[in-house]
């Protein structure tokens, strides 16, 4: 009794409130002890307390409870009957609800979860029970701070402990889970509230489970603690410090993959904010979410977080501070060291995770960036990376010395990734070693880890290198990844020698190598065109940094070798290929352009001199040729080159030109005449005065001694045809000497011009068309009278004219004097009369034409008068049969009879126009140094237009329209538009019919476009609007007549797009058409070309929609009239009612279908 | 008016790169014969826009490239599409902007058949009658709001 007196006199003093702490604790103690020893059995200890656990004073019960609760958790240990159990779950569950008892409660539930199975435990029904009365009844935010603690406890015991059976609460659970942790601030609680969200997830782990539909709820509690920022002092008595918190929240973050789509895009909001603790946070976690939610859910974040990241590193290990270089670069003391360590190792999670190919170029650029931004971070991820990766290479530190030189890899052990890893990474270390001028910072290089780990492993790599070059072949001969070897040879030749020296061998050796790849392996042509880029941009490195030493290997390994391979005919590497590699080695530099020019200068010649013999030294020379006079000589140009090649190689050609006449060899092929010619106006364009001078004297001199003009004679003796024929290679050489001519500037000296001009004439009337170009071309340049007082020596424009259009030019032989039958003069004739046709000669007469239309040329851009003449005589060849009102021709014409011209000398008339119009490539332009007036076509079309117009009205005869519209045409389609479109009004029905007489023959197909562009432009334009409206309709029926041309796509197409700017114009104007247009545009939906079908469809809808739409205005008109008319109600239904209605086009087109 | 849309939160995918024709016919095969081909009926409809989003059939994969069939030779071409949910309304609008795109962009010779993926629709098979049945096709086209909501979902495909 003794016993139970006590018992009774400890119970009281801990429910006294009023006693001491420690005499509370100590009366706990020892009840429990007697619990404990069995002394005073649970049952009989509820028993005593019964009074204090249910009577109604709140205080007493409360510590009652408390007293209960607090033994039990002292008996932890003590093994319960299950019944005892049951009933005390029961009892505790329940005063849950007693918000005054709810501490007891608590501990009493906290301490029965606890306990361990051996010394039995709560069954899971219970478990389930104090859960759900938990979740009913427990308010926890409303609470003090120690019992919201208790609550987590209760909380994240129940989740650890009894996962399998709160898991069934479902809905209830998480919703709980929310309120509870809900706006909680303490350190403690919070740490429990994180840990249980991350025990939540675990619960929950299917992405399609019920986590996943309160994923953002759950996450929108957590959301606001990020970053952990904590008032608290940090060094104080608080047991939590705010790294814990923030490791407990990285966990609950990262707790489940279902968190991904809010995490990272927070993470990266907060990457960018200026806080330092949310930046380093912010790249932890990323580090760790990354980790934990796998590969594929960040893949699609890869680009955001790779743009923060560099964003980070850049500002933070951005500047190349001295400091860094003075100070060892440790991180202490730098807190943006932190954060760059941070996010390189964020950087190298990443890395490790994806190992896929596609991760493998993000990677890469990553490696790239990083080592490009400074030093320490180029250091910092050679030390970290570059001798990993090196070891998985195959080669390690320790073992790098026993790698001798050319140890060359087994194809197995090469990793493709890795090695282009590597090969980022070294464009990168390149990179910031190019980019840091500053000579200070350039000494600190050679001491950096990435330099002499780079000077170690140099042979390594180029092995490597090399190696993997061989083996890629083999593999996949499609994909340009595979040729990164390429690359990495490339960057290893360009670094700076005075940064990071390699050695001479090493970078020979690449050079080698990359040569052997030009030489063999053409075939695979992605290889070989990746190896010639490197190749020039190792050449033009060189160049750039001025690297002697180097310069002088690469001149003597690949230049020279190049070179060579010219006049090497057994490698099997095709010319044209020789030739390309050629060029863009000679790209290179200055130097080894002139290098380049040399060789290709003595292939050139040696292969003309070749030509007679060996009909492939013709196509070699042409291809050398093309080379030289489209790439290499507007580079030459391009880069302030001099032109002392250009002179030479010009000098040469003619000399080569003397030689092969004294062979006596003609030069083969048209082909190669025309390339010769083409190199040589170029190079004669680019030279100055002074050189020009010395070649055409040269040229000169050649014309007359291997010739068989006989010059001397050409001025004493009449012009006579007789002279004629002129042997082919004869012909040859007059264009390249005309050739010569075309190019020269107007200042530079032309002998024997008067001797020349007549031998032009002779050789024009043969049909030598580059000599009536360079007759053009003289007439072009010649000074006139009036400002040529200095130098009268030479020809003036005026003598020069009168040397054309007035010298006699005799027909001796008698058959050409019985087909004259006698007309003005007897046999004697000038230009102009042949032009008109009164030798009667065709073939004499189209080329009198044709040379009369480069002359006319010449005088056109300049802006001479005489033109007109010229355009009369054309005029007059396309009218003849009619009636001439010509003055000029009228008189010599006088006393001919009326004649048809053939058609042939019609169309050669007309075509003279285009000659007139179009900008000529060959001759008479800027490069040629021609003199050319401003805004001359305009002139010529406002002096001609009117004239054309006027005969074609006049014309009455079929064919001699046919010519002069086609004469229209090529004005038309060479003239700006803004001179076209101030005569739009006369000129648009004009140029309808034009169009529909272009599209009777198929040859004409291209001048049909070119003059359908000027239609479309008309159509398009603002002012010329006017005229269009006015003809709308014509237009529209010569568009629909051109929608289906079947020679030429892009004419349907085009006519198609004018129809579509047509549907612009005024609705009144163009309903009546509607029909006729959709019924043409519907068989183009069915055209055999792509383009031309999704223009009609586009056209058809813009006609579709404007019909609805004028409809619905007129509509709306009737409707306002029918207001004060009902009357005409019925009226109107019949006019309009089924027009518009689409069912009308439905049904059509459904019956029409099978 | 029914407030609230059918489905209110439809998920968006991205547009499928337009592919580049291989370059335009050189001179010499000006007679070659384009066939109208899958990628091209695409072309035709990937830009409909949806009838209650402002995001093309493309973006919410209501139609695929793989959904068109076509048979150049036969004049034939299907077109499936998968309305976003089961119970879409509006999986007749689409199917008759469909069907009025096609009509004005293809040559009569065609029959277009327009349907309704398998499975992806509660009234299947109402749905591909009603779409089929050119009485009732023509009558929709009538009714000025409908026509008047076709147009609107088809003039992004014009542009």
Not at chain 1, 225 to 249: A, E, M, N, W
Not at chain 1, 846 to 872: F, V
Not at chain 2, 89 to 106: E, H, N, P, Q
């Amino acid at each position: 009794m003794a016993e139970a007196t006590q018992l009774t006199r400890h119970i009281e003093s801990y429910v006294d409130s009023s006693s001491s702490l420690t005499h509370q604790a100590a009366t706990l103690n020892a009840i429990a002890a007697l619990v404990k020893t069995d002394a005073l059995p649970l049952q009989a200890l509820v028993r005593e307390l019964d009074m204090y656990l249910t009577t109604t004073d709140n205080v007493i019960r409360a510590r009652g409870i408390l007293l209960l609760a607090e033994v039990i958790t002292r008996i932890e240990s003590k093994p319960l009957d299950s019944a005892i159990i049951h009933s005390l779950v029961g009892f505790f569950k329940d005063r849950l609800v007693n918000w005054r008892a709810v501490r007891g409660a608590l501990v009493g539930c906290l301490a029965l979860i606890r306990r361990k199975s051996v010394v039995g435990m709560v069954t899971g029904s219970d478990a389930t029970a104090i859960a759900q009365s938990f979740l009913q009844y427990m308010q926890v935010q409303s609470l003090g701070q120690y019992d919201r603690k208790l609550c987590f406890e209760l909380l994240d015991c129940l989740l650890e402990r009894y996962s399998d059976v709160v898991t069934t609460l479902g809905e209830d659970l998480i919703y709980g889970i929310c309120e509870a942790i809900d706006a909680e601030k303490d350190p403690e609680c919070l740490m429990l509230a994180f840990h249980i969200v991350e025990s939540l997830a675990q619960l929950y782990p299917d992405s399609s489970g019920l986590l996943a539909s309160f994923a953002k709820d759950v996450f929108d509690i957590l959301e606001p603690y990020f970053p952990i920022h904590f008032t608290h002092p940090s060094s104080g008595d608080t047991p939590v410090q705010r790294d814990d918190l923030s490791k407990s929240l990285m966990s609950a973050f990262s707790s489940t993959p279902l968190f991904e789509p809010f995490v990272i895009p927070l993470l990266l909001e907060k990457l960018s904010s200026s806080l330092h603790s949310a930046k380093i946070d912010s790249l932890k976690y990323l580090r760790v979410c990354s980790s934990k939610y796998g590969a594929e859910k960040i893949a699609k974040y890869a680009r955001a977080i790779w743009s923060s990241v560099k964003d980070t590193l850049s500002t933070y290990l951005g500047e190349p501070k001295f400091s860094f270089t003075i100070a060892p670069v440790d991180g202490i003391g730098f807190p943006e060291n932190e954060i760059g360590i941070e996010a390189l190792s964020l950087l190298q999670q990443l890395i490790v995770q994806n190992s896929k190919k596609k991760k493998l170029h993000a990677i890469g650029r990553i490696l790239y960036i990083t080592a490009k931004s400074t030093i320490s971070s180029c250091n910092a991820v050679f030390e970290n990376l570059f001798s990993r990766m090196m070891d998985d290479l195959g080669f390690s530190v320790s073992n790098a010395d026993s790698f001798s030189n050319g140890d060359i890899f087994t194809s197995q052990r090469v990793k493709f990734g890795f090695l282009y890893l590597c090969i980022e990474l070294l464009a990168g270390c390149k990179e910031l070693i190019v980019g840091s001028d500053k000579p200070a910072l350039q000494y600190v290089f050679e001491h950096e880890t990435c330099c002499i780990m780079l000077h170690r492993f140099s042979t390594q790599l180029l092995n490597a290198f090399g190696s993997v070059l061989a083996v890629s072949a083999e593999r996949c001969p499609l994909d340009p990844d595979i040729y990164i070897g390429v690359k990495g040879l490339q960057i290893l030749a360009t670094f700076q020698s005075d940064v990071f020296p390699i050695q001479k061998s090493i970078f020979e050796n690449i050079l080698n190598k990359i040569m052997s790849i030009i030489m063999e392996d053409f075939e695979k042509t992605i290889l070989w065109e990746s190896a010639l880029k490197a190749l020039c941009h190792v050449g033009s490195f060189v160049q750039m940094f001025h690297e002697s030493e180097k310069a002088m290997s690469y001149r003597s390994l690949v230049v020279e070798k190049i070179v060579e391979l010219l006049s090497l005919d057994d490698i099997t590497l095709p010319f044209s290929l020789k030739v390309e590699a050629l060029s863009n080695v000679g790209m290179t530099g200055r130097k080894n352009m002139l290098t380049i020019l040399q060789g290709l200068g003595t292939a050139v010649l040696a292969n003309l001199s070749k030509v007679h013999r060996n009909v492939r030294s013709s196509e070699t020379a042409v291809q050398l040729l093309e080379c030289y006079s489209c790439k290499l000589l507007p580079w030459i140009h391009e880069n302030g080159g001099t032109e002392d090649f250009a002179v030479q190689f010009a000098l040469d050609i003619w000399s080569q030109a003397g030689n092969c006449m004294d062979f006596s060899a003609p030069f083969v092929e048209k082909g190669l005449l025309d390339a010769i010619m083409k190199a040589m106006k170029l190079s004669v364009g680019s030279c100055v005065v002074e050189s020009q001078n010395l070649i055409i004297q040269n040229a000169y001199s050649i014309l007359s001694s291997h010739t068989n003009f006989q010059l001397k004679e050409v001025e004493t003796l009449p012009l006579t045809p007789g002279k004629y024929d002129i042997s082919l290679r004869d012909e040859g050489i007059i264009s390249l000497f005309a050739s010569v001519v075309v190019a020269v500037h107007p200042k530079t000296h032309i002998p024997d011009i008067r001797v020349l001009m007549h031998l032009f004439i002779i050789t024009l009337l043969r049909g030598v068309v580059p000599v009536a170009q360079a007759l053009g071309s003289i007439l072009n340049k010649l000074v006139s009278t009036s400002n040529s007082a200095e130098n009268s020596g030479d020809l003036t424009l005026e003598e020069a004219l009168d040397v054309i259009f007035n010298t006699k030019i005799c027909f001796s032989s008698t058959d050409m004097l019985q087909r004259c039958n006698g007309t003005s003069n007897g046999n004697e004739m000038v230009l102009t009369d042949i032009c008109l046709g009164i030798a009667n000669d065709r073939l004499l007469q189209i080329n009198a034409i044709c040379g009369l239309s480069w002359i006319g040329k010449g005088l056109l851009l300049r802006g001479h008068e005489k033109i007109k003449d010229i355009t009369k005589i054309f005029m007059e060849c396309l009218i003849s049969g009619t009636k001439s009102a010509l003055p000029l021709i009228k008189d010599s014409l006088e006393n001919t009879e009326e004649q048809i011209q053939d058609p042939l000398v019609m169309k050669c008339a007309a075509d003279a126009f285009h000659v007139l119009m179009s900008d000529s490539e060959v001759c008479l332009n800027r490069k040629f140094h021609a003199t050319i007036r401003p805004l001359y076509k305009q002139r010529f079309f406002s002096s001609v237009m009117p004239i054309i117009l006027q005969l074609i009205t006049k014309s009455y005869s079929s064919l001699s329209r046919s010519f002069l519209y086609r004469a229209f045409a090529h004005i038309m389609s060479d003239t700006s538009m803004v001179a076209i479109l101030s005569e739009a009004k006369k000129l648009i029905p004009v140029l309808l019919d034009c169009l529909s007489m272009l599209t009777e023959d198929i040859q004409d197909k291209d001048m049909l476009y070119g003059l359908l562009l000027v239609l479309s432009g008309m159509l398009t334009e603002k002012n010329g609007q006017e005229a269009v409206i006015e003809n709308a309709h014509i237009i529209i029926n010569c568009l629909i007549k051109l929608v289906d041309y079947p020679h030429k796509m892009l004419v349907r197409e085009t006519a198609i797009q004018c129809l579509v700017a047509l549907s612009e114009l005024p609705h009144a104007r163009i309903y009546p058409m509607r029909t006729q247009v959709l019924r043409a545009i519907s068989t183009c939906l069915d055209d055999t070309k792509r383009a031309v079908r999704y223009e009609a469809v586009k056209c058809r809808q813009t006609w579709w929609v404007h019909n609805f739409f004028f409809i619905e205005c007129v509509q709306f008109y009737l409707v306002q009239l029918l207001l004060y008319l009902p009357i005409f109600t019925f009226l109107l239904d019949l006019l309009i009612g089924r027009q518009c209605h689409p069912e009308v086009f439905i049904s059509e087109v459904q019956y029409q279908l099978p | 008016m029914v407030s609230g849309l059918i489905n209110a939160n439809p998920v968006i995918y991205e547009k499928k790169e337009r592919r580049a024709r291989t370059a335009p016919s050189a001179p010499h095969d000006e007679y070659a014969v384009e066939p109208i081909d899958q990628q091209e009926i695409f072309d035709h409809i990937r830009d409909i826009k949806d009838p209650e989003h402002p995001y093309s059939l493309e973006e919410l994969k209501v139609i695929t490239e793989e959904a068109v069939e076509v048979d150049d030779q036969q004049n034939y071409v299907r077109v499936t599409f998968t309305p976003t949910v089961e119970h879409c309304s509006m999986a007749t609008i689409i199917g008759l902007c469909l069907r009025v795109k096609l009509m004005r962009s293809l040559p009569s010779r065609y029959k277009v058949d327009i349907r309704v993926a398998p499975g992806s629709h509660a009234t299947e098979t109402a749905v591909n009658k009603q779409l089929n049945d050119k009485e009732r096709v023509a009558a929709a086209l009538e009714n000025p709001n409908l026509l008047d909501m076709v147009d609107e979902c088809l003039a992004p495909s014009y542009d």
